[in-house]
């Protein structure tokens, strides 16, 4: 059994995931076509995750920042994320092995 | 379910077994990326019915891979759900633009298959409703085999019989970030996205060097989408 505050973890970030599943079908006259929140919302994924990676590199090093390099490469090559996944991983075994 | 008709909502069985079959093969890709989440979790010593539930419960690679960055012995519950919103509000335009689909489908169906929306179900449902084949059984039939995969592969994983040791164990830390750094392709839009991507990355240095990396994924990446949306990016 997870313990209360792992459970709490999961029920908040669960929720929050749903709310933002069924909250666009719900609140769909809210967000108007090409209005502002609209490009906000579509233009924020890709900075997240570039600003995501750049702080998981500094934590992780060399071996995050090699693997980040292969996975990034794998992905635009092959377009299959379980192969960029692997590739990633791999990467940085090799480079937490060499460096 | 009920067969089509004129005055009745799109909903069908057919249409959900066409679902389904189209995503079948969902199940290996989606299950790799389980499997991959599933060793990660354990490697953060959640045990199994924890990690299980994780998948089950919030069922997003990117909201579960951005939370487990963010895991301590205390989880920061606020910075997380923060952090899933941020990562998941683009759900807010696909389920915008299913409303448009499925306004007629009535919300005791639409809410529970919402729980199974995903990125590659929505294009499938989309690319059929553009060949003239509207039908919210559709979506649903191809969400199953997509959560069959991700869960399944998370329970696949975090049971598999292997400890990470040296090389092995630092790669397995790197899964979470290895999840969202895929992603950076698809959002890739040329030589345009360098400068916002620049900022959202410096800013989150930053971020993570002062105020600890909780906030920098946020901070980072709002600097970075406030650049784009001020010169006007759309």
């Not at chain 1, 090699?66 to 992905?75: K, P």
Request: charged share 10%; aromatic share 8%.
């Amino acid at each position: 059994m997870p313990d209360s505050r792992v459970l709490a973890a999961i029920v908040a970030v669960g929720l929050a995931s749903y709310a933002m599943r069924a909250g666009g079908f719900l609140a769909a006259g809210a967000i108007p076509p090409r209005g502002l929140l609209e490009r906000l919302l579509r233009l924020a994924p890709g900075n997240l995750f570039v600003a995501f990676a750049a702080a998981g590199i500094l934590e992780g090093g060399w071996p995050s920042l090699v693997g980040c390099l292969g996975a990034v490469a794998t992905m635009a090559a092959t377009d299959r994320e379980w192969a960029a996944l692997g590739a990633g991983f791999a990467a940085a075994a090799l480079a937490s092995a060499v460096l | 379910m009920r067969s089509s008709g004129p005055a009745r909502p799109p909903f069908t069985a057919s249409a959900f077994r066409r679902g389904f079959v189209a995503a079948l093969p969902f199940v290996v890709s989606n299950g790799v990326g389980g499997v991959v989440m599933g060793v990660a979790y354990r490697g953060l010593g959640l045990d199994f019915s924890s990690a299980v539930l994780w998948s089950l419960v919030v069922y997003s690679g990117t909201a579960q891979a951005v939370t487990l960055g963010l895991w301590t012995t205390s989880p920061p519950i606020a910075a997380m759900v923060v952090a899933c919103v941020a990562t998941n509000a683009r759900y807010l335009v696909l389920g915008a633009h299913l409303r448009q689909l499925f306004g007629d489908v009535p919300r005791r169906v639409m809410l529970p298959i919402l729980a199974l929306l995903a990125d590659a179900s929505w294009l499938m449902t989309v690319a059929e409703a553009e060949r003239g084949r509207r039908d919210a059984g559709y979506l649903l039939g191809s969400g199953v085999p997509m959560a069959i995969g991700w869960i399944g592969g998370t329970a696949l994983g975090h049971a598999l019989p292997v400890a990470p040791r040296g090389p092995l164990a630092v790669a397995a830390t790197f899964l979470p970030l290895a999840f969202v750094v895929v992603l950076l392709p698809t959002q890739w839009a040329g030589a345009r996205s360098l400068p916002p991507w620049i900022v959202s990355a410096a800013v989150a240095l930053v971020v993570a060097g002062t105020l600890g990396p909780s906030w920098a994924m946020l901070l980072g990446g709002g600097a970075g989408t406030l650049v784009s949306a001020l010169r006007g990016d759309a």
